[in-house]
Nanobody, 115 residues
Framework: QVQLVESGGGLVQPGGSLRLSCAAS????????MGWYRQAPGKQRELVAA???????NTADSVKGRFTISRDNAKNTVYLQMNSLKPEDTAVYYC?????????WGQGTQVTVSS
């Protein structure tokens, strides 16, 4: 399994922006499908956005037009740019890597949107 380390979370006011980063170990990063998930208190973990090895993206309707997923294979890193943040975006955000039946998760980073 690949090791994933998220960073970039924090406290932001409504309407603000944050960029999350997820650094992955290993030499096969470019082959992974990478995803960002989130889990709010009392709710199930949900997919926010994903990006395949070919660069195809999938974004949840709730964040479409506000969040953008991207990857830099040279840096073994996937990003989640979050704009126009809302209080309902408050959650722990997790990075996920999938490759040929294996799934790895990061430890999560807290994002809190509050005035």
């Amino acid at each position: 399994q690949v090791q994933l380390v998220e960073s970039g979370g924090g406290l932001v006011q409504p309407g603000g922006s944050l960029r999350l980063s997820c650094a992955a170990s290993g030499r096969l990063f470019s082959l992974y499908t990478m995803g960002w998930y989130r889990q709010a208190p009392g709710k199930q973990r949900e997919l926010v956005a994903a990006i395949t090895s070919e660069g195809n993206t999938n974004t949840a309707d709730s964040v479409k037009g506000r969040f953008t997923i991207s990857r830099d294979n040279a840096k073994n890193t996937v990003y989640l740019q979050m704009n126009s943040l809302k209080p309902e975006d408050t959650a722990v955000y997790y990075c996920n890597a999938r490759y040929i039946g294996t799934v790895s998760w990061g430890q999560g980073t807290q994002v809190t949107v509050s005035s």
